[in-house]
């Protein structure tokens, strides 16, 4: 099986204000760089045979340190980008849980934005990257840095929750990662072991909260 270590993307000044932050292309901030370098320090001990990435610049840009680090390039791939947030785009949260309070909460991690794209989507487009990187590196150990609603419904995937139920999880942190043991079979993924290394005592804690 190849060994995916999932990485969220560092800080931004929108995850600061609390802004949906979907497709568009915001930098890292300071601490965002901050938390890029830790997560290097963090994997330093682990053999990675490559690094990619969404092609958004504030998961390139956490992808760095890791690909330097081991000499290689780090591969952009937009089916790994966040969930396109529709009208929601650059929204502070209060105001669409305000405006859209059906759709905000728990619902969110399930129903579509407006003008945006569906949670079915982005895990479709995303299992279509993952699937690309497990034929391309079996048996290896790949880095994937990418964004909070992405990881969640990669991680929904492997441990058989369906829409609904990925709500129950808890999201990881900027810089979290999340390591997953992923092998294909007859066109199919198939998943191993799932691992956090961002402080949380299980594989994946439900959070009442989300």
């Given at each position: 099986?190849?060994?995916?270590?999932?990485?969220?993307?560092?800080?931004?000044?929108?995850?600061?204000?609390?802004?949906?932050?979907?497709?568009?292309?915001?930098?890292?901030?300071?601490?965002?760089?901050?938390?890029?370098?830790?997560?290097?320090?963090?994997?330093?001990?682990?053999?990675?045979?490559?690094?990619?990435?969404?092609d958004?610049?504030?998961?390139?840009?956490?992808?760095?340190?890791?690909?330097a680090?081991?000499?290689?390039?780090?591969t952009?791939d937009?089916?790994?980008?966040?969930i396109?947030?529709?009208?929601?785009?650059?929204?502070?949260a209060?105001e669409?849980?305000?405006?859209?309070?059906?759709?905000?909460?728990?619902?969110?991690?399930?129903?579509?934005?407006?003008?945006?794209?569906?949670?079915q989507?982005?895990?479709?487009?995303?299992?279509?990257?993952?699937g690309?990187?497990?034929?391309?590196?079996p048996?290896?150990?790949?880095?994937?840095?990418s964004?909070?609603?992405?990881?969640?419904?990669?991680?929904a995937?492997?441990?058989?929750y369906?829409?609904?139920?990925?709500?129950?999880?808890?999201?990881?942190s900027n810089?979290?990662v999340?390591?997953l043991?992923?092998?294909?079979?007859?066109?199919?993924l198939?998943?191993?072991?799932?691992?956090?290394?961002?402080?949380?005592?299980?594989?994946?804690?439900?959070?009442?909260?989300?």
């Amino acid at each position: 099986m190849t060994t995916i270590l999932l990485i969220r993307h560092g800080s931004t000044e929108w995850n600061d204000k609390r802004l949906a932050q979907g497709h568009a292309d915001i930098p890292l901030n300071d601490r965002g760089r901050r938390e890029a370098t830790k997560t290097a320090a963090s994997l330093s001990g682990r053999d990675i045979d490559a690094v990619y990435a969404s092609d958004l610049s504030r998961a390139v840009e956490t992808a760095r340190p890791l690909a330097a680090a081991r000499g290689v390039d780090v591969t952009a791939d937009p089916d790994l980008r966040e969930i396109d947030q529709g009208v929601w785009e650059g929204m502070p949260a209060d105001e669409i849980e305000r405006r859209w309070p059906e759709l905000w909460g728990r619902a969110r991690h399930y129903h579509a934005r407006p003008g945006g794209e569906t949670p079915q989507e982005v895990r479709a487009r995303a299992l279509r990257a993952l699937g690309r990187i497990v034929e391309a590196h079996p048996d290896g150990t790949v880095a994937v840095v990418s964004h909070g609603g992405t990881m969640r419904w990669l991680v929904a995937e492997a441990m058989g929750y369906d829409d609904r139920e990925s709500a129950r999880l808890r999201g990881v942190s900027n810089g979290g990662v999340v390591e997953l043991e992923v092998g294909a079979r007859d066109g199919l993924l198939t998943w191993g072991d799932i691992k956090r290394h961002d402080g949380a005592t299980t594989a994946m804690e439900d959070d009442p909260n989300q």
